[in-house]
């Protein structure tokens, strides 16, 4: 077998490195521990961006024509802006960046057990295009005219023609801004792709393989295979604006509903794109914290593929009542209420895990129980507006909101704080305070739930999306509906207030926390059989692999964790 | 650099470079698929494109096919030298690969130049639109793509590197297999 | 169970709701056993002191997810089916059928205003007594409508709550649905697709009236400022 041929003529991992310089070190590694750091800390920081867009626009919608502490007047303009960027950092330059590039590129070199990634420099590169795309976005704000206004989801003819939109450069710029967010990670995915299948340790088959990294692995192959029509469309939406084609324009024989297949044949396989990683961490967690093997590795690997490949077939789902045909629309209903099955059947799977374990209630094992707790409002949630018939309704109202905040919260934030938590001891050799992590979290969990029930009741009641606000709607500005809207953001006040508790522990403990030692979970995989945090090449002597990543509590053995090197 | 142990192992059998090509292409397929899948279905739409399409000028799309198809040729044969160690013939090989390259963007700006005297510029119609859209793109990825022929042939001169001879015809065969797809739907589509 | 948070006022209300009520009773049963079981288990396999933790060979697996996961799994198959033809069948009530219409009105969105253009005492849309107002529309309780929908600018939609009715306006179509207003009263009418600065400041006002109302509201003189042909 070519693997251990491989082995036996490979030299020691730790590989002779001359000393870096600070810029080299931190600007210009080429090391996958460092640029996924680079990656994490971009991505926090956008995050903070986020927050800031969501309170300064909820207090908008509490407070009505109030000037917002820390913002001043909300204008319609501004609060489209707001939403607009909201939405698209958290899913561009937040969710996408942490969990696929900062994780994925930690973890996969030393969960598979190599020594980095099989193309550092186009690593580099990567993390480089995507800071500069979060660049041009905040550039976006300061331009004449403002950033753009047209959501996330940027329909033209409104986000393709000035005369509509009122921002003369915002759209352009946030659309060149998305666009190199989407070439980063195609390079990115390159690198995961590529390492995953070549450079495993010998000995590790693909069903030896952490379900982590398979998650990022399959992920990146769907984010490939669905946004190269988005990029086709984005290069057509920049041309429509900046030199005046018309692919979107109905004046000039364009179609503005192709913009939306192009842009939703891509936005909905991107949101299991990035809801397999976030499992992928729950499934490392959870066996661990749980002391029992993964219940059924190939049906969750099967039904994350199976959920993939279906992903592909439902995005009509977001265009029932947009002038496509309506006979169209039964077709989508019929796959999109279908993939409630392989997501449940994962659902199911997951918590069969903990059937016979033996359970302890660390912090990331709180975040990674209430993942699914969470994920599961989302989830059923969905059914409402995947059944065509109901979403007439629901389409465009505050129900949509809350629904996809119930999944993209546990995804991007839920599933955030769970790798950091896990991983943090590796990544730093220090640990966290345990008791500041469980107060953020018990704060966080139920502020979230907070701010989306009530959503969920005031969109049943009506309330439609992107109003920035509700009192020219006579059946919408009751008291009682304001008072909701009022809870809500007071919610999201309560979880604003709680992270900063994360952020200093998180910095605090990176340099004065608890030293940690290589494994202090008792943990199989890979990345604990190296030092806290791993050197340079990460391994001393790069290993052989004996086993799958879970074979916790074994019979055969007297400690409960069998790591996937130990030869016996 | 160093390259990482990681680079150098080959847990599918297939070598980590050709899988990143590969993934490359995979990726291209899709964009161009998207943006060529719109046109046809808006060429569907519109049964009046076919009289502007009636403007294009064939001969000199078939002419640059069969340039692009020779060009692939010559990469073949390119492969088939670094194959043998033959790094200084792989390399003369792509540079023939790459006047190919220059022969077909010479080619094509004498057509747009000529279409675009004649007022079929990009926001003249929807059909033109598509036309500079997916023949510019195309056209930037043979400038890519020859830009980066350059490169290799430069280290396969030296014998260095010779398995890049053999991805970087891969990724050109792509690039003419676009065309081949553009062709048609562009040029000859009634 | 929607009706508790809006009034049903139109022909099919009632149907969206019962859809929406048959999931809700569906994804709540599912929803609870999930997570009943989900919580149950970590209360009942939290660390125990001398309890160490299962281990499952793959026929041991195979026994519990059978029970616990590939039944539950056909079961929400079933219920999937269920949902799936309920679903199709609201909808190709709403969207799908077109009924016989006693009126046409053509609904014109653009930023930030609707233009409402009702056939007048004729009947007839496009005639000389059509009654065309701004952000305000007037239907007749009883009265089944036939709507065509436009835009000016860029993509708007129409939305009723009170009718359960939504449809995007998308420029260079015209879209045709219907309604029939079941209740009688001054209702909102809102924009449901983002459309610029303006998106939420474009609301009108439907009056449902009672033929009487109706009547009355025709025959107003200060309609007949603009002739239509």
Request: overall charge negative; proline content about 5%; some cysteine.
């Amino acid at each position: 077998m070519a693997e251990s041929h491989a082995h036996a003529h490979e030299p020691h991992g730790h590989a002779h490195h001359e000393p870096e310089g600070w810029f080299k070190h931190y600007f210009w590694s080429t090391d996958h521990k460092m640029i996924a750091k680079q990656y994490l800390l971009t991505g926090m920081l956008m995050g903070v961006v986020g927050a800031y867009f969501a309170y300064v626009f909820r207090m908008q919608l509490a407070f009505p024509g109030k000037p917002v502490p820390g913002y001043g007047m909300v204008t319609g303009a501004d609060y489209n802006a707001l939403i607009t960027n909201h939405g698209a950092v958290m899913i561009f330059w937040v969710a996408m960046p942490v969990l696929i590039a900062a994780f994925g590129n930690y973890l996969i070199p030393l969960m598979i057990g190599a020594d980095d990634m099989v193309f550092p420099r186009l690593n580099r590169l990567s993390y480089q295009i995507f800071l500069v795309s979060a660049i041009i976005l905040g550039a976006s704000f300061f331009v004449q005219g403002g950033a753009f206004g047209g959501a996330w989801t940027s329909y033209p003819p409104l986000s393709a023609k000035a005369e509509y939109n009122l921002t003369p450069l915002g759209p352009s710029l946030w659309l060149i801004a998305v666009a190199l967010e989407f070439v980063a990670f195609l390079l990115g995915g390159i690198n995961f792709v590529t390492t995953a299948m070549n450079a495993r340790a010998p000995g590790m088959k693909a069903f030896d393989i952490p379900m982590a990294v398979w998650m990022i692995v399959i992920a990146s192959i769907m984010f490939m295979a669905s946004v190269g029509p988005l990029v086709a469309g984005a290069v057509m939406l920049l041309f429509d604006q900046l030199i005046g084609t018309g692919f979107f324009d109905p004046d000039r024989g364009g179609d503005p509903v192709l913009w939306q297949h192009l842009f939703w044949f891509f936005g909905h396989p991107e949101v299991y794109v990035v809801l397999l990683p976030a499992m992928g961490f729950v499934a490392e967690i959870i066996t661990v914290f749980s002391r029992k093997k993964l219940f059924a590795y190939k049906t969750v690997l099967y039904t994350s593929i199976g959920t993939g490949v279906l992903s592909f077939f439902v995005w009509a789902h977001h265009q029932f009542i947009a002038g496509i045909d309506p006979r169209m629309a039964n077709v989508f209903s019929v796959t999109t209420v279908l993939i409630s099955i392989p997501i449940a059947e994962m659902c199911f799977v997951y918590i069969a895990t903990l059937y016979g374990g033996s359970i302890t209630f660390s912090v990331p094992m709180l975040w990674a129980l209430a993942f699914i707790g969470e994920f599961l409002v989302g989830g059923v949630t969905g059914i409402f507006l995947g059944a065509s018939g109901a979403d007439i309704y629901f389409h465009d109202t505050y129900f949509v909101v809350a629904h996809f905040h119930y999944t993209f919260f546990p995804i991007a934030i839920i599933g955030t704080f769970a790798g950091i938590t896990y991983w943090f001891p590796k990544m730093y050799g220090r640990h966290m305070n345990e008791l500041a992590n469980k107060v953020h979290f018990w704060i966080t969990t139920v502020a979230f739930n907070g701010i989306f029930i009530p959503l969920f009741i005031l969109g049943a009641s009506g309330d439609h999306r992107r109003i920035f606000d509700y009192s020219n709607f006579p059946e919408l500005a009751t008291p009682e509906m304001q008072a909701m809207r009022v809870f809500a953001t007071i919610s999201l006040l309560v979880l604003l207030a709680a992270q900063p508790i994360f952020l200093v522990n998180f910095f605090y403990s990176m340099f004065k926390g608890k030293q940690a030692g290589a494994n202090p979970w008792n943990a199989n995989t890979l990345e604990w059989q190296c030092p806290s945090p791993p050197p340079h090449g990460n391994f001393d002597v790069l290993p052989d692999v004996y086993r799958g990543p879970y074979e916790y509590s074994s019979p055969d053995r007297a400690d409960d964790f069998w790591p996937q090197n130990s030869p016996s | 650099m160093v390259k990482p142990i990681a680079t150098t192992r080959s847990a599918t059998g297939v070598p980590t470079g050709r899988l990143a090509v590969w993934w490359v292409i995979a990726s291209e397929i899709v964009i161009f698929g998207g943006l060529l899948a719109s046109y046809v279905m808006h060429r569907l739409g519109h049964p009046e494109w076919a009289t502007y399409a009636a403007h294009t000028n064939p001969w000199a799309g078939g002419l640059n096919t069969l340039v692009l198809l020779t060009s692939s040729l010559t990469a073949v044969l390119a492969h088939n030298a670094a194959e043998r160690g033959n790094g200084k013939r792989a390399a003369n090989l792509l540079m023939l690969t790459c006047v190919g390259a220059l022969t077909f963007l010479v080619v094509k700006s004498f057509e747009w130049y000529h279409e675009i005297s004649e007022g079929f510029t990009i926001t003249a119609n929807g059909f033109w639109s598509f036309y500079y859209c997916a023949a510019g793109l195309h056209g930037i990825h043979v400038i890519a793509g020859a830009i980066i022929m350059l490169f290799v042939a430069a280290d396969a001169r030296k014998n260095k590197e010779l398995q890049r001879v053999e991805l970087i015809g891969i990724y050109w065969h792509f690039v003419d297999l676009v065309w081949i797809f553009l062709f048609p739907l562009l040029y000859i589509a009634k | 169970m929607l009706e508790h948070y809006m009034k049903q006022g139109s022909s099919y209300a009632s149907h969206i709701d019962g859809l929406v009520w048959m999931i809700f009773l569906m994804v709540g049963f599912w929803f609870l056993f999930a997570e009943g079981m989900f919580f149950w288990l970590l209360w009942r396999y939290r660390k125990k002191p001398g309890e160490k933790a299962a281990y499952f060979d793959e026929h041991a697996e195979h026994k519990i997810k059978y029970n616990w996961v590939e039944i539950p799994h056909r079961l929400i198959l079933v219920c999937d089916v269920a949902l799936i033809v309920g679903a199709i069948s609201v909808w190709t009530e709403v969207k799908i059928s077109m009924p016989q219409t006693d009126e046409t009105v053509r609904i014109t969105a653009q930023q930030w205003a609707w233009t409402f253009q009702h056939a007048g005492p004729d009947g007839e849309l496009d005639t000389m007594d059509d009654i065309t107002t701004v952000d305000e529309l007037h239907v007749q309780l009883g009265k089944t409508y036939k709507f065509e929908l436009a835009s000016k600018d860029v993509i708007h939609s129409f939305s009723v709550p009170l009718f359960r009715l939504k449809q995007d306006a998308i420029p260079g179509r015209v879209i045709t649905g219907w309604f029939k207003p079941t209740l009688a009263g001054e209702f909102d009418v809102q924009c449901t697709e983002i459309c610029g600065i303006g998106h939420g400041i474009m609301p009108a006002k439907l009056h449902v009236d009672t033929p009487e109302e109706y009547a009355a509201w025709l025959a107003n003189p200060s309609h007949y400022l603009a002739y239509h042909y």
